[in-house]
């Protein structure tokens, strides 16, 4: 059982960067894998990027690669994923996640945050 808080989404130009953070409760944190995932509304949701437990492994969506990173701060709980050259299609409500294994594409994920929208205007 954990509590996960995002925030620092908002809105802004293309070619733009934001910073995303998600907050865990808990002492176990370093146990999960984390991972961000996005939704639009009347699609499914979207896998970003995942992080290993100690953050020695990373994973990234195509569409993502090259420009988003994810890194993880144990000592502070705390998961964060860095946008840069934002696209409009980037567009969504972006939500953390935390599971026991890894997290991929195709992952259950046990674990969400309440979301933080990003809005990429062109």
């Known amino acids: 059982q954990v509590q996960l808080v995002e925030s620092g989404g908002g809105l802004v130009q293309d070619g733009a960067s934001l910073r995303l953070s998600c907050a865990a409760s808990?002492?176990?944190?370093?146990?999960?894998?984390m991972g961000w995932f996005r939704q639009v509304p009347g699609k499914e949701r979207e896998f970003v990027a995942s992080i290993s437990r100690q953050g020695g492994w990373t994973d990234y969506a195509d569409s993502v690669k090259g420009r988003f990173t994810i890194s993880r701060d144990n000592g502070k709980n705390t998961v964060y994923l860095q946008m840069n050259s934002l696209k409009p299609e980037d567009t969504a409500v972006y939500y953390c996640?935390?599971?026991?294994?890894?997290?991929?594409?195709?992952?259950?994920?046990?674990?969400w945050g309440q979301g933080t929208q990003v809005t990429v205007s062109s």
């Open positions: 996640a935390a599971h026991s294994l890894v997290i991929t594409k195709t992952t259950t994920v046990s674990n």
């Open positions: 808990g002492r176990t944190f370093s146990s999960y894998f």
